[in-house]
């Protein structure tokens, strides 16, 4: 079982930056397709970004695409995402999951079985 655990979330202005970290350990980080999904007060999780098992396919969602960028390091079993202008819009929980079906099936939270546990990202207006 692989266990995940996010950090780097917080409070920024509309306009700034943040970088999340994913810190994954237990079973081979490498093996898997991993992706971002954020939870806003009152909504649904939604799919944030995605990133291949090696590293060269990469996924967005329509409201990240250009300011977001996933990626990851298995050296160091570390998932990434690079939030730049960011918008109050953007605030939600932000969680990292293992992807648990083969690439190209779909963003549903459905398609992931593994979960951190969350960290806030906060934007304020």
């Known amino acids: 079982q692989i266990h995940l655990v996010e950090s780097g979330g917080g409070l920024v202005q509309a306009g700034g930056s943040l970088i999340l970290s994913c810190a994954a350990s237990?079973?081979?980080?490498?093996?898997?397709?991993m992706g971002w999904f954020r939870q806003a007060p009152g909504k649904e999780r939604e799919f944030v970004a995605a990133?291949?098992?090696?590293?060269?396919?990469?996924r967005y969602s329509d409201s990240v695409r250009g300011r977001f960028t996933i990626s990851r390091d298995n050296a160091k079993s570390t998932l990434y995402l690079q939030m730049n202008s960011l918008k109050p819009e953007d605030t939600a929980v932000y969680y990292c999951?293992?992807?648990?079906?083969?690439w190209g099936t779909g963003d549903s939270p459905k398609n992931y079985d593994s979960w951190g546990q969350g960290t806030q990202v906060t934007v304020s207006s």
């Open positions: 990133v291949s098992w090696n590293g060269p396919m990469t």
């Open positions: 237990g079973r081979t980080f490498s093996s898997y397709h």
């Open positions: 999951a293992k992807r648990g079906v083969r």
